[in-house]
């Protein structure tokens, strides 16, 4: 897991080196990172899986999947739209 004391910041500015983050999602214990670039996150990826965070150890991998993403009601009623998008997983072994 991510530390307890780990915020969307310190994501935020461990990514940024890697390329322009789009969008950060923390959650109990792990977190999602948004790269604009696809190839920036699995440079991410590449340099961090493994290394020490905040003192611990993580596990960067590519999120898996779609992401559903909230959005108004379109004229169908329709609310959810599926969006690719490329992440980077953040867990501490």
């Known amino acids: 897991h ?7 910041k310190d994501l935020e500015k461990l990514a940024n080196k890697y390329g322009r983050v789009k969008d950060i999602r923390l959650l109990a214990g792990f977190g999602f990172v948004e790269f ?17 965070f905040m003192g611990d150890r993580i596990q960067v ?10 959005r108004p009601r379109d004229s169908n009623g329709d609310r959810y739209s599926p969006q690719r998008r490329t992440r980077g997983e953040f867990r501490c072994d």
């Open 2 to 8: 991510l530390p307890r004391d780990c915020t969307e």
């Open 61 to 70: 991998e590519a999120a898996r999947g779609e992401r559903e993403k909230r």
């Open 36 to 52: 604009e670039d696809r190839h920036d996150a699995r440079d991410c990826i590449d340099q961090l899986d493994g290394t020490k």
